[in-house]
Structure formats: structure tokens, C-alpha cells
């Protein structure tokens, strides 16, 4: 016999004879609220996130410029090309391309004229090139209201180091796929997901582990940012 | 009564460690109040309770069928699942896999299951480097230490401490500012991320239905874990398996509140095996290693198994009065506080575990705090019961305990021999005090009146005294 059967002979033997306790079908109730995008901002910034709202229109450009500044950016690296569409984020490739194919500037904004990089899927980035970058930006699969957090998923095209090793990352959330709480999350989204990884992001990585002395930024971001979209 | 072995005089040594007192006051407090306020915001805390207790009662009384589920959806997904029948089976799996692939150092993340099989001293011997990334963890394992508690590995050392091991062992200017602390620690563990071939983690759930692995963390080094290294090798006891991915929601929710007190934390990972063809990065292999290490035979005792049930917040060690007292170490186990004293001397035995039942004072705190309701204090009877019938049946000659028991109890049916046995205890009480000889005659209770003052025995008995106001 391989372990695998030994193993589970005990288990059963164990339990042979036993009554089978009930598994409980109703979810207790989670809580639901009037303005979620104002819960979501709130545990958003408590966990140590900084929230913006893009939703109006210009808006976005202003915050990529903030997101840039207050995180000493010289280059956003997008985690796909879809992005732009998903969003509605105009662009416009750069002049000064440098013949790599993959710089360009976001031009919508009349002040500010931003530079970032772009994924082409014939390139992915190294891990090198991403523990020395400075920003990333992904989409948030979803938003939950009750605890500030945002759901990213690996789809095909993307990978787990993206989001992960650059200082500080920025997501970008539709007010449409804010919800309420984890449950809609833990019922649907996640029995349904394809990719290797799901993970739930509420802020910047953080410490209690020295006195119970907060700190912020350990190994994952330091800085966490997300801006709120249509 | 248990003999004076290995905890008690770990007691003595943790009460006299001033430092160790002050580390130990100042962090439960604050782990304590913290976990008291996040709970206090959910009004249906009880009914969440109660419904994961029901989860977990269910998913034990038929843990084969959703292990086995659980294995179909891991497989499913490009995982391979182990069985590993003892701690050693389960540690051989990770060495023989670094060996076979010729790795030199893998990064780990926190997991409670690889200091119980204990797998950093075994790869140590194959000199294979296994680097601690959990800032606590890493901690502990640059003094060359073991955990003191669930969460907070290195919870009995001050900043001050931490400074001089950090100056000593990284080489890093002494520096008390806990920021300076981390950003040395990220930087360090940083280059071992991007290098190491093999990430092992632990797991808090494993999703039946959906084949996920759920790592819990706030410092981003379990993602590092699993993301950077080609090959994530999951270490899961059988217990942590859940049916459902709808159970996550209440179980996320009673874990990080009592745990940290946060209403969620930095990180949920939920991992479905290895990277698809069509993702750009994660690791090629991922393995799940189900380890059992005597948990099966805890399954046998319909009412011991909800010991199974713990979803390792920590709760019950901030709260519980000895604990509080002697801190992680004095346990010399890997799990301490109440949830040690149940789930140690169970996974070996009473005889490996004489004195883990016994490391309580049956105050209850650590029943009223824990989040799926695990009855620790009568738990721990039990295990006194079976702990002393082992004993009983292990003594060949009868025990002095049971023999005083014997003599008391016949003095004790018989009013007569009572008055009579009792004055003159009193008498010889009173000849041995005014002669000094008290601590003499006392010594075979001496382990009960070395730390209790002993007491002057009542001028007259009860009786005696009824009889006086009577008469008046």
C-alpha cells in the first residue's frame, strides 16, 4: 500500500462509525452599504493605500501625474496592452522611441507628459528589469468595499511578478466591479478563475513583527495606489 | 502529582527574565486590545463563529472525502499532491527534491507545520540553505532561536535586541530605529527572492472545491515565496481542508481579526497550482505536500477532534494568563500557550507530553476568545484523565497519590475518625511549627509549598467552635 491509501484508511477508520456533522448551507450575513465607494476609500487609506478618484472626465491623467510624483516614478510599466482599451485610456506613441517600439507618452493631460513603457507580449519583463523599476499598473479583477481591498488575478498574458516586485504599484478599479463584501468574491470569482493566482491586495506590505511596531513596506510594495474609474 | 521536569524549570527562568517580562507585557496587551476592538465592529461574531465551528466539525467527520477532492483539483490544475504519513516522510520530500534538482538554498515563508517536522534542521544537515523570510521568522533564525508564539515568532525580543543581532550577524550599523531594521531585511531577503530556485510555504486553507492553497501574510514574503522561485512546494496538514471557496469569507474574517486584530490583511494569496502555458511568470512545478504527523489519530476521539479545528490565529496564547507569564520558549514545543497544551502532548503522547496538559490554570479565557469555539479547558481534563490512567497503568506499585486518596477518603466517611485524624493534625501541626520542623514533614508536598506560604492551622475546628457559641 502507498502512503496516499494508508493515509486515508486511518482517516477513514477514525471517523468510521461516527455521525457526520452537519455542514452548515447559510453564509452568515455580511455587511452592505449605502455608499460603497466612500467605505472603500475609507479602509482603503486605513490600511495605508491612497485612493483617487478618476471618474470624472481628465481625471485620470491628473492622478497618473500624482501616482508618478508621490512615488518618484520616472516610468509606469502596464501590465498589458489591454489596459488601455479596457479604460478608455487614450495614448499616443512616442517620437522619441528610441527604436525600441515599446516607449511611449501618455499626452492627454495639457501640463504633464507622462512616460511609460509598454508590455509587448513578445517581451515580457525579466525580474531583474522589474525589481529595478520603479511603478507597475494592473487592473483590479474587482473591489470589495468592506475592507478596502482589490483583487488581482493572473489571466493569460500577465504573471506573478508584475505587480509584486516594483516598490509601488498602482491599480486601476472599475466603479462597476466594486462590490460589497468577499462573499460575491469566494462564491463566484473564485471557483470560476482560470489563472494560477487570485490574490487580495488591501494597501502596502506592511509589519507588526519587531514590538508590534507598524511599519510599511517589507518585501512587497511599499507604496499602494489605487485610482477609481467609471 | 506530575513531576518537576523540563517546563517547570523553564518557569522559574522565564519569571526571573526581567527583559522577557517587559517584552511579553507590552506586545499581548497590544495584540489583545487590538483583536477586542476589530471584534467588537462585527455584530454577528458569534453566528460567524459558530458557523465555521460547524465547517470545521463537518469537513473533520469526513475529512477523507474532501481530502480526496481536494486532490482531484490540485491534480486537475498541474499539481502534484503528496501524502505524507510522518513529519520525517514530508521532510524527506523536500530534500530529495532539492537533491534531485541540485538546489542549494530555497527562500521559506512562514509555516508552523515545518518547525513542527522540523524541516530547517534536516536541510541544514543536507547543507542546504534555508532562508527564513518572514521578518519574525528570520529573526529568530539569525539568533538561532524557534518561534515563542503563532504570529509572532520573535515576539520576545525588544528592538534593542534585534539591533545588536542584526549589527552582529548582517553587519549593519547599530541601529534601534525598527525601520532601519526592516529596510535591512528587505534588502537582504531581496537578493535571496530573486535567486533561489525553490520557495516552500504553509498553508492556512485548502479550498476542496476549487483546488486552491490560501496563504495568508502581510509582509508580501509568502507571494515573493510563491511567485519568483520555479518550483512552490506547499506544506498542508490534513485539517486545513474546506469544502467550500463561499467558507473562505467567514474564515478569512474570524482569522485575521483575532489574529492581528487588522480587518484584513496586506496579502491573500489563493493559489491554483502552477503557471499556465500563457502566463509570463510564477513557478513551472507546484507541489502539495498533505502531512498527517498524528493528526488522524487525534480524528479517533469524537470529542478530542475538535482540537483539529484551530485555525492557528493565536488568540488563545495573548489571552491566556500563563502564557502571558512565561512567554513561547518554556513550552519547549512548537505550539505553545493553550492550543500547545491540547495539540501537543495529542500529536506525540502523553509520555513525550507529560507536562503540556498540565500548563493551565483552567481559567477559560482561551475557550471564551477562540474564534471557532475549540473548548480548551475541558479538552485538557481529558487529557489529564488519560495523561494519569496511562500513568496508572504504566506504575507497578501504588502511587503515594493514590494511596493518600485511599487513606482520605476512609477518614472522610467516618465522622468519628474525621474529628479524630483532623485535631490531631492540628496538634502535631502546631509541635512541628513551634520546632521548625514544618518544611521537614512537608516535603513530599514540597513542589505545592515551595511558592504558597504555608498556613497556621484554625485554633479550633469548626465543630469545636459551634459547640463554644452553643454553650454561651
Known sequence: MNSRSILLNRIRLACAGADVHELPSQIPDFPCYSDPVAQFCQELEAAGGVFLDGRRSGKLAENLATVIRASDSTEIYWESQELFHRYGIPFSPSKTCHGVGDLLFYSHHPDQEVKFPLLLESRPYGKSELAASSLSVSPARCGIAETGTIVHEIVPGTGRLFSLLPPAQLILLSERDLIMNSTELFEHMLPEQRGSSLTLITGPSRTADVEKTLIIGVHGPKKMFVILLP | ?472
Request: neutral net charge.
Open chain 2, 1 to 472: 502529582m506530575i513531576k518537576s521536569t523540563k517546563i517547570n524549570r523553564n518557569v522559574q527562568a522565564a519569571l526571573s527574565d526581567k527583559q522577557l517580562q517587559k517584552n511579553l507585557r507590552n506586545t499581548l496587551a497590544t495584540s489583545l486590545q487590538m483583536r477586542d476592538v476589530s471584534v467588537a465592529e462585527v455584530p454577528n461574531w458569534d453566528e460567524l463563529s459558530q458557523y465555521a465551528r460547524d465547517v470545521k466539525l463537518h469537513t473533520l467527520s469526513r475529512l477523507d472525502y474532501y481530502l480526496e477532492m481536494f486532490e482531484r483539483k490540485v491534480v486537475a490544475q498541474g499539481g502534484k499532491v503528496i501524502w505524507a504519513e510522518t513529519g520525517q516522510d514530508a521532510v524527506d520530500f523536500v530534500v530529495e527534491l532539492a537533491q534531485e534538482r541540485k538546489i542549494k538554498k530555497l527562500v521559506k515563508s512562514k509555516s508552523m507545520l515545518s518547525e513542527e517536522i522540523h524541516l530547517n534542521a534536516t536541510l541544514e544537515q543536507m547543507q542546504i540553505e534555508s532562508i527564513e523570510t518572514d521578518l519574525g521568522e528570520y529573526i529568530v533564525q539569525l539568533a538561532g532561536e524557534t518561534p515563542s508564539h503563532l504570529l509572532a515568532p520573535a515576539l520576545h525580543k525588544s528592538k534593542e535586541e534585534i539591533a545588536d543581532l542584526f549589527a552582529k550577524e548582517l553587519g549593519m550599523e547599530y541601529s534601534g530605529d525598527v525601520d532601519e531594521i526592516t529596510a535591512t531585511a528587505r534588502q537582504v531577503l531581496r537578493k535571496h527572492f530573486l535567486d533561489a530556485p525553490l520557495g516552500v510555504t504553509g498553508v492556512n486553507f485548502g479550498v476542496a472545491e476549487t483546488g486552491s492553497v490560501v496563504v495568508v501574510e502581510n509582509e508580501g514574503n509568502a507571494r515573493l515565496s510563491v511567485s519568483v522561485p520555479k518550483i512552490h512546494i506547499a506544506l498542508m496538514g490534513i485539517e486545513k481542508v474546506i469544502p467550500r471557496a463561499s467558507d473562505l469569507a467567514v474564515f478569512l474574517k474570524l482569522l485575521i481579526r483575532s489574529a492581528t486584530g487588522q480587518k484584513i490583511t496586506s496579502y491573500v494569496n489563493c493559489l491554483n497550482g502552477p503557471r499556465r502555458p500563457e502566463e509570463l511568470a510564477g513557478p513551472d512545478e507546484f507541489y502539495l505536500v498533505l502531512v498527517d504527523n498524528g493528526r488522524s489519530k487525534i480524528l479517533a476521539d469524537e470529542f478530542l477532534r475538535q482540537t483539529l479545528a484551530c485555525i492557528r490565529c493565536g488568540a488563545c496564547q495573548n489571552v491566556c494568563p500563563v502564557y502571558q507569564r512565561i512567554g513561547g520558549h518554556a513550552y519547549e514545543s512548537t505550539y505553545q500557550g493553550p492550543i500547545g497544551a491540547i495539540l501537543t502532548p495529542q500529536l506525540t503522547s502523553h509520555k513525550a507530553a507529560p507536562e503540556h496538559a498540565f500548563t493551565s490554570s483552567l481559567c477559560g479565557a482561551c475557550q471564551e476568545i477562540c474564534p471557532v469555539g475549540i473548548e480548551i479547558p475541558h479538552i485538557l481534563l481529558k487529557l489529564r484523565e488519560q495523561a494519569q490512567n496511562e500513568k496508572n497503568n504504566r506504575a507497578s506499585t501504588i502511587s503515594v497519590e493514590r494511596l493518600g486518596i485511599v487513606l482520605w477518603t476512609r477518614v472522610m466517611c467516618n465522622p468519628r475518625l474525621y474529628v479524630g485524624a483532623t485535631r490531631w493534625v492540628r496538634r502535631l501541626w502546631r509541635v512541628f511549627e513551634k520546632n521548625r520542623l514544618l518544611g521537614l514533614v512537608l516535603i513530599p508536598l514540597s513542589r505545592w509549598s515551595k511558592h504558597r506560604a504555608v498556613p497556621h492551622p484554625a485554633p479550633h475546628s469548626f465543630r469545636e467552635l459551634y459547640r463554644l457559641s452553643e454553650d454561651s
